[in-house]
């Protein structure tokens, strides 16, 4: 999730007219690999623990005239696009770089920023990550759907958290009306709605639909949405009101909060809640389940993880848009996130304290969910999973 929101963009956009939703293939990263960008050696036993873990998912869009391809991930946290450039070299080893100087549609816009990420890589909170950037414009294309004089970041440096990634870029799929990827979808004849359907490594075929949902991945369910939290005029996160936590049968958040905001984010791997409610979770998973470090992490000793008897299940209460309540559910698979860097004895556990009144949910339980994300009509939309 990006930290600070960045200024709406209106960008004169054309495209082809197409009106049937598009799917794209997205590759899971592989947990195995460390997510917090820390390169070294990792036992393999453990290794075994972290596989099957997938917190994050990428795929291919394209910039410049003519195109050159970059894997992105598709970031439901944040609101703008970036992708690295040939300026990036040291840090940029691990990615494939935009060369503007091959592209006859780029413009410079010389406007040098640095963007503030909150990696929410999953293990243990990481140090902010930043990425240097310079504003440009050039044509963006992805299934076909495009945009002329697009602008986006392109990435001159980036801090070390991110210098492993496998992908080259971030495209914010935040919520915006009129901004983003969004009205490209619509010249193209497409309603702004996006699907994601987040596998686990060992699963495979993540994809992303624009333009609607793939209904082979619904099974026949008629999808349950819920509205978005306002403002609906401007950029914002996707966010619904909690009406609840439920915790191993225990509901935890009423006594907490009236409602709580949860922000939906593609681009964080686990959940992140306020302190109070993260404490009152834990109390009812496992009393060996400690603030580790001071960056809002969870630990349990891994020898542990086998001797807690109750099977986990976090469980977060919404009402639908008919007024209907519905559920969705994190299973006992995703407690442990895998060992600490500091200490691999002990085993970070997927929620992680946050200061402010807002909750986070990612990958740990979109991976369970295909989700809907509808921006015309300012609602995210939900059908289980079944692998
Ligand atoms: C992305 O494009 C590259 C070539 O540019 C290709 O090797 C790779 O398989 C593509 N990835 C996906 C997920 O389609
Ligand atoms: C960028 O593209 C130009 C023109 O095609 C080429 O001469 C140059 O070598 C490329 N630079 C890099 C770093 O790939
Ligand atoms: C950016 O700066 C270059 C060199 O200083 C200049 O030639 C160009 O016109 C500037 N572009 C914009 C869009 O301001
Ligand atoms: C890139 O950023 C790192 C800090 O993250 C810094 O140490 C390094 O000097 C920067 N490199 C350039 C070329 O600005
Ligand atoms: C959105 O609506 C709110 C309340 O009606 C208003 O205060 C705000 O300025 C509007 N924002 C934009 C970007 O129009
Ligand atoms: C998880 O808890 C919720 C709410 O108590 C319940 O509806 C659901 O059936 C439980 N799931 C499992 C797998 O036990
Ligand atoms: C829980 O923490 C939030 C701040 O993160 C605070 O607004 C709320 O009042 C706290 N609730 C209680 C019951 O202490």
Request: negative net charge.
């Amino acid at each position: 999730m990006q930290l600070p929101l960045l200024a709406l963009l209106c960008l004169p956009l054309t495209g082809a007219l197409r009106a049937v939703p598009r799917t794209i293939q997205l590759v899971a990263r592989d947990n195995s690999h460390s997510k917090r960008g820390v390169s070294g050696p990792v036992s393999e036993p453990l290794l075994n623990q972290f596989r099957g873990t997938d917190l994050q998912w990428y795929g291919n869009v394209s910039f410049g005239t003519p195109p050159q391809t970059f894997g992105v991930v598709f970031d439901t946290g944040s609101f703008t696009a970036e992708v690295t450039g040939i300026q990036c070299q040291d840090a940029c080893r691990a990615q494939r770089k935009f060369n503007y100087t091959a592209s006859s549609t780029f413009v410079n816009l010389n406007k040098t920023d640095r963007l503030v990420f909150d990696t929410g890589g999953g293990v243990e909170p990481s140090d902010i990550e930043t990425l240097d950037v310079l504003s440009v414009k050039d044509s963006f294309s992805i299934l076909g759907i495009s945009a002329k004089d697009f602008e986006f970041y392109l990435i001159t440096n980036q801090s070390s958290g991110f210098s492993p990634d496998p992908y080259d870029g971030i495209v914010g799929m935040g919520y915006q009306p009129t901004a983003g990827i969004f009205p490209a979808m619509r010249n193209a004849g497409l309603p702004a709605v996006f699907a994601l359907y987040l596998t686990p490594h060992t699963i495979g075929n993540a994809e992303l639909t624009l333009g609607g949902y793939d209904m082979s991945k619904t099974h026949g369910v008629a999808p349950v949405y819920a509205p978005i939290l306002p403002p609906l005029n401007e950029t914002n996160f996707w966010t619904l009101a909690a009406q609840d936590i439920i915790v191993n049968g225990a509901r935890i958040a009423k006594n907490l909060f009236a409602e709580l905001p949860l922000v939906f984010d593609s681009g964080t791997s686990n959940i992140a809640m306020p302190k109070n409610l993260t404490d009152a979770m834990y109390a009812h998973i496992s009393p060996d389940i400690q603030p580790f470090g001071d960056k809002g992490a969870y630990g349990i000793p891994c020898a542990k993880l086998t001797g807690i008897t109750t099977p986990l299940n976090i469980t977060f209460t919404f009402a639908s848009t008919s007024g209907a309540p519905f559920a969705l559910s994190v299973p006992a698979q995703e407690l442990s996130v895998g060992p600490l860097r500091e200490d691999p004895s002990m085993c970070q556990t997927l929620i992680n304290a946050q200061e402010g009144d807002s909750g986070i949910v990612g990958a740990s339980l979109l991976k369970y969910y295909y989700s809907i994300w509808d921006v015309d009509q300012a609602r995210l939309g939900f059908v289980k999973n079944v692998y």
